[in-house]
């Protein structure tokens, strides 16, 4: 009795002992596969050049495959569904900007995810500075004369953005109702075509992060007339910001961070998490970042779920204020 007592101790300790180091193996084996990004806006966007900077660096460090998939449309809520309803295993992530995070769920009641209760928060991993932009041959030359412009002739100037409740909607919508004049609403598909229209003249202004427009401010096809930041931008320094053109109380820039799938398993967050903050840390992804406009910032994913919560509630108070719709 003795006997069959302590080879069943050793057989279950044995056991134990052998699912321990499967365990552990399992964690440290990750990643053994590509690793698939879904950025739910277009190509060329804010978020996509933070995002293949930071990403390439990661895929070096780590030694696997990155992919990047871009799936715009409807605001980013395709591409974040597609996110929510992937396996928690840390293979498919989410490149989200802030619209996604905390400008959608306020300005739509019937999201087929939940922000707070289907995703994983992993990292900050950068912070976008904007700019109001017109035309190269515009006659508009600083915000002030725009706001001027439009209360001459309210309704009249365009504006493009990248679709209903996007960033550069709810920015220029903020802008018009803390300025008090009409601006008409120009929709398109993303971010991207939006600053194309824009350098097209099939629109008169829009707001959009400087990573969008960076290059064609740089060739001579769009004008910087504001930054959106409290102090002037390193690399642009003779453009005013919107604070001393006329709105001393307007501030707006928007955030690119990584999710993931809820559930998934909080080792390999971690893991990417410290694999961000490593990233982050190389000075040529620092430079290239800081050159599109863009200000390297990573978080824990306790310090990301907590600006998440933050920002939902500033969200909802302004957009209630500004009285925007996604219609």
Known sequence: MLRRQLIQAL??????????????????????????????????SAVDNAARIVLQKMAQNMGVGIAIENQAGASGVIGADRVAKSAADGYTLGGFNDSIMTMLPNLQSKLPWDIQKDFEPISLVATVEWGLVVPMDSPIKTAAELIAFAKASPGKLNYGSGGNGSPQHIAMALFASQAGIKLTHVPYKGATQAAVGLAGKEVDVGFQGIATVNALVKSGKLKLIGVS???KLAQFPDVPTIHDSGLPSFEFNS????????????????????????????ESVKEQLILQGLSPKGSSPDELAASLDKQLARYEKLIRQAEITAD
Do not use: C
């Not at 809820?262 to 998490?273: E, G, S």
């Open 11 to 44: 057989s279950l300790g044995g056991a134990a002992h052998l699912w321990s180091h499967q365990l552990a193996f399992a964690q440290t084996a990750y990643p053994s596969k590509a690793i698939k990004v879904i950025v739910p806006l277009a190509a060329g």
């Open 229 to 231: 930041t409290p102090k």
């Open 255 to 282: 955030w690119f961070a990584m999710m993931a799938p809820n559930n998934t398993p909080k080792a390999i967050a971690q893991r990417l998490h410290k694999e961000i903050l490593k990233a982050l840390s190389d």
